[in-house]
């Protein structure tokens, strides 16, 4: 599953967060990070569980004490992890998502995706393209210049994100 994820995640973040500053790059990396490694593997593993985007996200605000800027663009890593367990529903395999813990051995469990009919993927890729739509015309991303800018920096032009103000 592709288009889920990546539309789930940039919608999520536009209503959490709505950060120009963010790399939404790396929000759409991280969001898929997990079902990509974990397949390396097998099963689902390590980065379906909870300990995973907590120790990726410790690890990178220790390396970038000091250097605020670049802390805040590489944090969306994490919170795209974040955003993959959410809507992949690991939770719902307590054992795995609560890793370490719930035992250090891992279950022989398998990528929550692939457990799903084919139906009912299908029916979740049309949504995360109905939201991938949705965030395309909302991130003002129809217009090319800010494109470009999405497409350079993962960030998102401040015109679109500032509060909205209702006029008269």
């Known amino acids: 599953m592709l288009l889920w994820?990546?539309?789930?995640?940039?919608?999520?973040?536009?209503f959490t967060f709505r950060d120009p500053a963010i790399d939404h790059r790396l929000i759409i990396l991280g969001c898929l990070l997990p079902d990509v490694i974990d397949r390396?593997?097998?099963?689902?593993?390590?980065l379906h569980t909870l300990s995973a985007p907590i120790v990726l996200m410790g690890t990178l605000m220790l390396a970038t004490i000091g250097r605020r800027h670049y802390r805040r663009r590489v944090l969306?890593?994490?919170i795209g992890v974040f955003w993959h367990l959410v809507f992949d529903?690991?939770?719902?395999?307590?054992e795995l998502f609560w890793w370490p813990a719930t035992g250090l051995t891992f279950t022989n469990?398998?990528?929550?995706?692939d457990g799903r009919a084919f139906t009912l993927i299908l029916l979740l890729e049309l949504l995360g393209l109905v939201a991938l739509c949705w965030t395309?015309?909302?991130m003002g991303l129809t217009n090319s210049a800010r494109?470009?800018?999405f497409v350079r920096t993962g960030r998102l032009d401040r015109a679109i994100t500032g509060p909205r103000v209702n006029s008269p």
């Open 147 to 149: 494109r470009k800018l």
């Open 76 to 78: 969306a890593l994490p």
């Open 136 to 138: 395309w015309r909302r």
């Open 5 to 14: 994820f990546v539309g789930t995640a940039l919608v999520a973040m536009w």
């Open 109 to 113: 469990t398998g990528i929550p995706a």
């Open 89 to 94: 529903g690991a939770w719902m395999n307590t």
């Open 40 to 46: 390396l593997y097998g099963k689902a593993w390590l």
